[in-house]
Nanobody
Framework: QVQLVESGGDLVQPGGSLRLSCAASGSSFPIYHMAWYRQAPGKQRDLVARITSGGSTNYADSVKGRFTISRDNAKNTVYLQMNSLKPEDTAVYYC????????WGQGTQVTVSS
């Protein structure tokens, strides 16, 4: 069982930056593949970025070059650094941990607006 708690969501102006954090419970964090998803109102939940247990990363085309996913296994935490934010990045951002099972956090709201 893994419990995930996201933080760092906020209201930010276009062009601004935010860093989201996802803290995981348990000692098995390093073996999990971690990801960030987002869901805008009326839309499906989409993958934003993923980092494997080995540190390989992949990104949605819409965020490549602007967002960076990273993990600190000593702190059981995964991060999403978001730069050059756009209004279309507005969504609830969810953290996901996956191996055999899949676990979700409760989400954190990111709003990009002037």
């Amino acid at each position: 069982q893994v419990q995930l708690v996201e933080s760092g969501g906020d209201l930010v102006q276009p062009g601004g930056s935010l860093r989201l954090s996802c803290a995981a419970s348990g000692s098995s964090f390093p073996i999990y593949h971690m990801a960030w998803y987002r869901q805008a109102p009326g839309k499906q939940r989409d993958l934003v970025a993923r980092i494997t247990s080995g540190g390989s990363t992949n990104y949605a085309d819409s965020v490549k070059g602007r967002f960076t996913i990273s993990r600190d296994n000593a702190k059981n935490t995964v991060y999403l650094q978001m730069n050059s934010l756009k209004p279309e990045d507005t969504a609830v951002y969810y953290c996901n941990a996956a191996r055999v099972n899949s676990y979700w956090g409760q989400g954190t709201q990111v709003t990009v607006s002037s």
